[in-house]
């Protein structure tokens, strides 16, 4: 039985190798396009609000956070890592 439970968890094992894999370049391509993008969005929310435009300079910082290395990149960076620890956990399984 354990015999056909790690030839189930071997092809599972694999495909979160290869998306953790392509989702760890990913990550690693878009940290440096979205850090460039927030700092653009805080200097036009910086403008925007020393303009009096107090909504519109709130919500570019919203923004600017939203795409800044502590938002959703660091939730996504937060997933992968899970991702990560399931197929080492699967592998562990597998050979032990």
Request: net charge positive; proline share 3%.
């Given at each position: ?35 460039l993008a927030s700092t653009v969005m805080f200097i036009a929310a ?51």
């Amino acid at each position: 039985m354990r015999l056909i439970l790690k030839l189930l968890a071997a092809p599972i094992a694999l495909a979160l190798t290869i998306v953790t894999i392509f989702f760890s370049f990913l990550l690693s391509v878009t940290d440096g396009i979205f850090g460039l993008a927030s700092t653009v969005m805080f200097i036009a929310a910086v403008i925007l609000l020393a303009s009096s435009q107090t909504l519109g300079g709130v919500s570019f910082m919203t923004l600017a956070f939203l795409i800044s290395p502590f938002g959703l990149p660091a939730l996504a960076r937060h997933i992968v890592r899970r991702l990560e620890g399931l197929g080492s956990t699967l592998r562990g399984f597998i050979l032990g």
